[in-house]
Structures are given as C-alpha cells and as structure tokens.
T-cell receptor, first 113, second 113 residues
Framework: EPEVTQTPSHQVTQMGQEVILRCVPISNHLYFYWYRQILGQKVEFLVSFYNNEISEKSEIFDDQFSVERPDGSNFTLKIRSTKLEDSAMYFC???????????FGPGTRLTVL | DAKTTQPPSMDCAEGRAANLPCNHSTISGNEYVYWYRQIHSQGPQYIIHGLKNNETNEMASLIITEDRKSSTLILPHATLRDTAVYYCIVRPLYGGATNKLIFGTGTLLAVQP
C-alpha cells in the first residue's frame, strides 16, 4: 500500500538553527500539506502546496517557514531560525486530485533546545 | 475553528460496538463529513467520509442524520488497537485551491479489555 514517508523521525536542534524536514508524498498525488501538533494540543494546518506553489498558509506559517518541492518526489519544510515554541510533531500529508482521503506521514518530532 | 462538537472522551468494552457522536449543526449543503483518527502521536488516519447517505467500509460505518446536523461513527467490534483520538471534520471536497483539514480536539476513545 502506498504511504507518505518522513525523515528524520526525530530532530533535535539548538534555538536559532535552521532545520529542514523532509517528506516523500505518494507518487501520483498533487496536493501536499504540512501540519504540526504541539504536545498535548490539536493538529494545526500550516501550509498547502499545489503546482509548485503555496495554495494557502495559516497564520503560523510566517517568514521563518518555507516549503519546496526540489525534485519530483521530495517535499520539504524549512524553518530558518528555530524557536523553542517550534518544538512539535510535524506531519506531512498528500492527496490526489478529487480524492477524499488525505494520507499522512508518521511525523517528525522536532525538539528545539 | 472546527465546526464540529464531539465529547472529549468515551470508553468502550473490547468486542463491543463503539458509537462516536458528532454534532455539525452549521454544515453547508456542499460539505462532507470526514472521520480521521490518531493513534498516540502517529499521523492522523482517514477512516470514512459521507455527504448525506450512510456509508460503510472495512473500518467503520458512518450514520448521518436526515437533516445532516449530526453523525455517528460506528466501529462494529472495537479492539484495543482502536484506542485513539477520533476527529469529525466537515469541509467541502474542494475548499478552493486547498483541501486542508481543520482538526478539533476530537474524542479520545479508550477501548477497555
């Protein structure tokens, strides 16, 4: 069964450092998403991406965040200068055009010290 | 904000049916009801969706009231592995250029042995 993969599973970084979280969506999917979940809180939408550009972003997704699809398979989330409050699980998801089921990856746990 | 209301928690005995309610009194005519679940810190997992008819798949059944203002997710024979947070989400199939999901706090279903 096709699945979304994410690497690394756990990333520890120092405050102020840049991190790149990587995702490989399902191959025939065209819409890609990043969500985050701070420990004990709701899953929050960050950004959606279609046709090599951002479709929509939330208030959380400020200038410190960026997304990229550098090749035909990877989808990345970059945080330029991490803050303590960026510590969370980050989930990547993808969906095909007209599909109902959004497929989520297993997540990357980001810990900012 | 999420447009659904769910009880924060429910218990169910293993092997019995789990019936998870959801109120969505402001649902629009073009909005679907989706159910996802999240097993401890894993990525959310799609379960089922419906527009106005009852639906069944290998995981669950979805009962939507005739006025569409509420629905019930039924897990016919709950197992310990069904212990998770269950999210009821309403949205149109095409939310503009994005199919983002807005998660509420969901219902924590605890299946008891």
């Amino acid at each position: 069964e096709p699945e979304v993969t994410q690497t690394p599973s756990h990333q520890v970084t120092q405050m102020g450092q840049e991190v790149i979280l990587r995702c490989v969506p399902i191959s025939n999917h065209l819409y890609f998403y990043w969500y985050r979940q701070i420990l004990g809180q709701k899953v929050e939408f960050l950004v959606s991406f279609y046709n090599n550009e951002i479709s929509e972003k939330s208030e959380i997704f400020d200038d410190q965040f960026s997304v990229e699809r550098p090749d035909g398979s990877n989808f990345t989330l970059k945080i330029r200068s991490t803050k303590l409050e960026d510590s969370a699980m980050y989930f990547c998801a993808s969906i095909t055009t007209g599909g109902h089921e959004q497929f989520f990856g297993p997540g990357t746990r980001l810990t900012v010290l | 904000d999420a447009k659904t209301t769910q009880p924060p928690s429910m218990d169910c005995a293993e092997g019995r049916a789990a019936n998870l309610p959801c109120n969505h009194s402001t649902i629009s005519g073009n909005e679907y009801v989706y159910w996802y679940r999240q097993i401890h810190s894993q990525g959310p997992q799609y379960i089922i969706h419906g527009l106005k008819n009852n639906e069944t798949n290998e995981m669950a059944s979805l009962i939507i009231t005739e006025d569409r203002k509420s629905s019930t997710l039924i897990l016919p024979h709950a197992t310990l592995r069904d212990t998770a947070v269950y999210y009821c989400i309403v949205r149109p199939l095409y939310g503009g250029a994005t199919n983002k999901l807005i998660f509420g706090t969901g219902t924590l279903l605890a299946v008891q042995p």
